[in-house]
């Protein structure tokens, strides 16, 4: 995952700020942007919606209207004294009599209800031999054909006197009008004992209603009857029709007004006629309806894609300048590596931030330079000081196997003082060859100065005497190798060895809160008569310097050592930091 993060991610910066700015500004803000038009498209498509479902509730009303002037006019003919006077007793005129009134109440009819309606016809049979149309007749009616139309089928009436064929198979008027079907009323004409004199057919033109409403249409638009198995029923536009998965959509939708049709990149609006059991459907193509915004849009873009390039020009160039800084300052820097540190950077050319960071640069080589000089040089100190070591181990080895060879004449002749004082000087000179550690137990520190003052007192024929006083629980408390032992070396050399009587020297360990302190008294003559003439010495003394250079290194400001002097004696008191370690066994010192 990591591996394609990498790859992924950029890992120059200049292209890392490119990315950023892309990522975070130009990416949500032309998402945002397009999120913003398709939302103006919704509206804008709910709106329209809206509208075309308004002109369907309008063209419901009209339809609605239409059908209920048929009953009107089924009315006004049942009641009209000519038309009954014409069918009950047709004889009392000619036939071209009859015609003429019966065209009158016709012509009547459209001025009255249909404002002349050329969309609406009528037909009147009696039930002799006569038939009345609103329309010329291109062929002479055959009154059989027209009594036998199962509209006029009383079964289908259901105890009524009239009913509505929505699908009435238009075979009479083909040469008025171009519709499929009709929709018409049957009904009966009746008297006032109900007895029949004549029938009576009120069809509507539907297909020349719905051309007549698209050409007053300002969309290109199209309108549909359908019924609710799917049946096409008339088109406003001849040869148009709807695919079987939009009809689908009616069913599948009972309760929306209007989808799309990806199809045929279409709004589709609709409404169900209940008394028809009918759907009127209203098509508009999306490339109409947006047109305008279509353009909007392009012109929109285009603009947006001129000044997101010039921003991202300008972005590239302002990276491009802070990164040019830190690309030059970190070939300067491989150079610098390159040729030992002894390289600075040019600020004249900087300004700003860049020359602050190129100062601090410059002044970063110039320290690290000095830095470096001063490792090289302790570094050769160390290797010098390594081979003194080396060289000084030389004689403690050959020191220690001569004592061994000492320890074994003085055992096979039974001199126990000897053998003591070998092994005490043997101890001693395994801890001072023992480089391997400079912090050992405060137990094994103790131990090496009972042999140094094992063999003291063989020297001085046990003139003094040295106690030790310590807690238990700091016996594992971590102190310098032999830095115990120097100390009571003085407390025997400048004191005891001068003193008269006999002499004692105590050595006391304890704590203080978080640090041990370790307390050497000795009895002796001071160091006002200790300091006076002595012995001119082969080689310098190391004793006291030689600790506190110790203590520096090792503990830096958090070791001391004083020395209090008296009358009396000296007292020498060593501060150390408390540092316990964890026992390990008594085969070998800590």
């Given at each position: 995952?990591?591996?394609?993060?990498?790859?992924?991610?950029?890992?120059?910066?200049?292209?890392?700020?490119?990315?950023?700015?892309?990522?975070?500004?130009?990416?949500?803000?032309?998402?945002?942007?397009?999120?913003?038009?398709?939302?103006?498209?919704?509206?804008?498509?709910?709106?329209?919606?809206?509208?075309?479902?308004?002109?369907?509730?309008?063209?419901?009303?009209?339809?609605?209207?239409?059908?209920?002037?048929?009953?009107?006019?089924?009315?006004?003919?049942?009641?009209?004294?000519?038309?009954?006077?014409?069918?009950?007793?047709?004889?009392?005129?000619?036939?071209?009599?009859n015609k003429r009134l019966m065209e009158n109440i016709f012509k009547n009819l459209n001025n009255s209800f249909f404002l002349y309606n050329p969309s609406v016809y009528f037909m009147i049979?009696?039930?002799?031999?006569?038939?009345?149309?609103?329309?010329?007749?291109?062929?002479?009616?055959?009154?059989?054909?027209?009594?036998?139309?199962?509209?006029?089928?009383?079964?289908?009436?259901?105890?009524?006197?009239?009913?509505?064929?929505?699908?009435?198979?238009?075979?009479?008027?083909?040469?008025?009008?171009?519709?499929?079907?009709?929709?018409?009323?049957?009904?009966?004409?009746?008297?006032?004992?109900?007895?029949?004199?004549?029938?009576?057919?009120?069809?509507?033109?539907?297909?020349?209603?719905?051309?007549?409403?698209?050409?007053?249409?300002?969309?290109?638009?199209?309108?549909?009857?359908?019924?609710?198995?799917?049946?096409?029923?008339?088109?406003?536009?001849?040869?148009?029709?709807?695919?079987?998965?939009?009809?689908?959509?009616?069913?599948?939708?009972?309760?929306?007004?209007?989808?799309?049709?990806?199809?045929?990149?279409?709004?589709?609006?609709?409404?169900?006629?209940?008394?028809?059991?009918?759907?009127?459907?209203?098509?508009?193509?999306?490339?109409?309806?947006?047109?305008?915004?279509?353009?909007?849009?392009?012109?929109?873009?285009?603009?947006?894609?001129?000044?997101?390039?010039?921003?991202?020009?300008?972005?590239?160039?302002?990276?491009?300048?802070?990164?040019?800084?830190?690309?030059?300052?970190?070939?300067?820097?491989?150079?610098?590596?390159?040729?030992?540190?002894?390289?600075?950077?040019?600020?004249?050319?900087?300004?700003?931030?860049?020359?602050?960071?190129?100062?601090?640069?410059?002044?970063?080589?110039?320290?690290?330079?000095?830095?470096?000089?001063?490792?090289?040089?302790?570094?050769?100190?160390?290797?010098?000081?390594?081979?003194?070591?080396?060289?000084?181990?030389?004689?403690?080895?050959?020191?220690?196997?001569?004592?061994?060879?000492?320890?074994?004449?003085?055992?096979?002749?039974?001199?126990?003082?000897?053998?003591?004082?070998?092994?005490?000087?043997?101890?001693?000179?395994?801890?001072?060859?023992?480089?391997?550690?400079?912090?050992?137990?405060?137990?094994?520190?103790?131990?090496?100065?009972?042999?140094y003052v094992h063999i003291q007192q063989v020297r001085y024929a046990h003139k003094f005497d040295c106690t030790f006083t310590y807690d238990e629980d700091i016996l594992y408390a971590l102190?310098?190798?032999?830095?115990?032992?120097?100390?009571?070396?003085?407390?025997?050399?400048?004191?005891?060895?001068?003193?008269?009587?006999?002499?004692?020297?105590e050595l006391n360990v304890h704590r203080e809160e978080n640090r041990l302190v370790v307390e050497i008294r000795d009895n002796g003559v001071g160091m006002e008569q200790g300091g006076g003439?002595?012995?001119?010495?082969?080689?310098?003394?190391?004793?006291?310097?030689?600790?506190?250079?110790?203590?520096?290194?090792?503990?830096?400001?958090?070791?001391?050592?004083?020395?209090?002097?008296?009358?009396?004696?000296?007292?020498?008191?060593?501060?150390?930091?408390?540092?316990?370690?964890?026992?390990?066994?008594?085969?070998?010192?800590?």
């Amino acid at each position: 995952m990591s591996q394609l993060l990498r790859v992924l991610i950029p890992q120059k910066l200049k292209y890392r700020l490119f990315t950023a700015f892309v990522c975070l500004i130009l990416l949500p803000f032309g998402a945002l942007n397009i999120y913003n038009y398709q939302r103006i498209e919704t509206l804008v498509q709910k709106k329209i919606s809206q509208q075309s479902h308004y002109q369907l509730e309008q063209m419901y009303r009209t339809l609605e209207d239409q059908i209920s002037i048929a009953f009107k006019t089924l009315l006004f003919l049942k009641q009209d004294d000519t038309v009954k006077s014409v069918l009950l007793h047709p004889e009392q005129r000619n036939e071209l009599e009859n015609k003429r009134l019966m065209e009158n109440i016709f012509k009547n009819l459209n001025n009255s209800f249909f404002l002349y309606n050329p969309s609406v016809y009528f037909m009147i049979l009696d039930l002799s031999e006569s038939a009345y149309t609103s329309y010329p007749p291109k062929d002479s009616l055959v009154y059989s054909d027209l009594r036998a139309n199962p509209g006029f089928d009383r079964g289908q009436m259901k105890n009524s006197s009239y009913h509505w064929v929505p699908n009435d198979t238009n075979y009479v008027l083909r040469d008025v009008s171009t519709s499929a079907y009709l929709l018409s009323l049957y009904a009966y004409l009746e008297d006032a004992r109900n007895q029949p004199y004549g029938m009576a057919r009120i069809s509507i033109d539907y297909t020349y209603w719905l051309r007549s409403i698209h050409k007053q249409s300002d969309l290109e638009q199209q309108y549909f009857l359908i019924t609710r198995s799917g049946e096409d029923i008339s088109q406003s536009v001849p040869g148009s029709q709807l695919s079987e998965k939009v009809k689908t959509g009616f069913a599948g939708q009972p309760g929306q007004q209007y989808f799309i049709d990806k199809d045929s990149n279409a709004l589709i609006n609709y409404i169900y006629v209940e008394s028809l059991d009918w759907y009127i459907v209203n098509r508009i193509p999306l490339s109409v309806l947006f047109v305008e915004i279509e353009g909007l849009k392009q012109q929109y873009f285009l603009t947006f894609l001129v000044l997101t390039s010039i921003f991202l020009m300008m972005t590239f160039v302002i990276a491009t300048t802070i990164t040019r800084p830190l690309s030059h300052l970190q070939n300067k820097m491989k150079a610098a590596v390159q040729k030992s540190l002894k390289i600075r950077l040019p600020e004249h050319k900087f300004s700003g931030e860049i020359l602050e960071l190129t100062r601090t640069f410059n002044t970063m080589l110039d320290d690290t330079h000095l830095l470096i000089q001063k490792l090289k040089a302790e570094e050769r100190q160390k290797e010098a000081v390594h081979f003194q070591m080396l060289l000084a181990q030389t004689n403690p080895h050959f020191l220690l196997n001569t004592l061994n060879t000492i320890k074994w004449i003085a055992i096979r002749e039974q001199n126990e003082d000897i053998t003591n004082m070998t092994l005490s000087l043997g101890k001693l000179l395994e801890a001072s060859l023992n480089t391997d550690k400079d912090l050992i137990h405060l137990k094994d520190e103790i131990e090496l100065v009972e042999a140094y003052v094992h063999i003291q007192q063989v020297r001085y024929a046990h003139k003094f005497d040295c106690t030790f006083t310590y807690d238990e629980d700091i016996l594992y408390a971590l102190v310098p190798k032999l830095s115990l032992q120097p100390l009571v070396e003085n407390a025997i050399i400048h004191g005891i060895s001068r003193l008269p009587g006999h002499g004692l020297i105590e050595l006391n360990v304890h704590r203080e809160e978080n640090r041990l302190v370790v307390e050497i008294r000795d009895n002796g003559v001071g160091m006002e008569q200790g300091g006076g003439p002595k012995a001119p010495r082969k080689r310098p003394g190391i004793g006291l310097s030689n600790i506190q250079e110790r203590l520096r290194l090792l503990f830096r400001e958090e070791g001391q050592l004083e020395v209090l002097s008296t009358s009396e004696g000296v007292t020498v008191r060593l501060t150390l930091p408390l540092l316990m370690s964890t026992p390990y066994g008594n085969e070998h010192p800590a």
